[in-house]
């Protein structure tokens, strides 16, 4: 058993952290950044990141191991991230240069979607894509665990899909607008095309006097299949 102050955390999940030196509220402090595996936490303490720093760094998407690199060669955090982001990889920089580069503030909004996001689980690009888009990390998450492109994700919202729905769609968001346009209202096209029909079927039936709310229940009955992956 572990003692109270690992609360939160399974007995697997805090004998790996006191393996690696952490104390609970270190741990703590690193889960709630989004790095969830120890040693993780211990590359990313020798680039001289900290639980409350580290999102410097992966906001560019970077590995521990990149961070270690830009940190051993004397790249500043932010400085690195730009880099990274421009497709660059480790290297000298003059210093010149480095002091070219000011910090810039992180949005403090952004910055909160972008660690509930990666604690999710959701690699570092996509997290990055929806925190920098100003998505709320909580209205994200289904979305971006689905790696459906955020752009994709808002239009899929306003017609009214869910998330699984719209992973499940396989076209992007676009390209299933332009497959239903005209074939049913708009406010009926999440409920048609969740519900199973192509939009050929879909107006057939609509023709033949099946209304959306009929399309509705099917397509509440199709949520209920255990194979569908609904929310």
Partial sequence: MTDES???FTQGEARRWRRAGFAADE????????????????????AGATPGSVVAWQRAGMTPREAVRWHELGVAPHDAARRQLAGERPRRVSWLSRLAVPEPELDPGRTLALRRLLRAGVPADVARAYADAGWDGGEAEPWARRRVDQGDARVFRALGFSAAEAARAGAP??????????????????????????????????????????AAVLRALSALDPGSGAD
Avoid: D, K, M, N
């Fill in 6 to 8: 690992w609360s939160g």
């Fill in 27 to 46: 741990a703590g402090a690193w889960c709630e950044a989004g790095v969830t595996e120890p040693a993780y936490a211990r590359l990313w303490g020798t």
């Fill in 173 to 214: 968001a676009v390209e299933v607008l332009a497959a239903w346009w005209g074939a049913v209202p708009l406010q009926e096209v999440a409920a048609w095309c969740a519900a199973g029909f192509t939009p050929e079927e879909a107006a057939a039936q609509r023709a033949a006097g099946v209304s959306g709310s009929q």
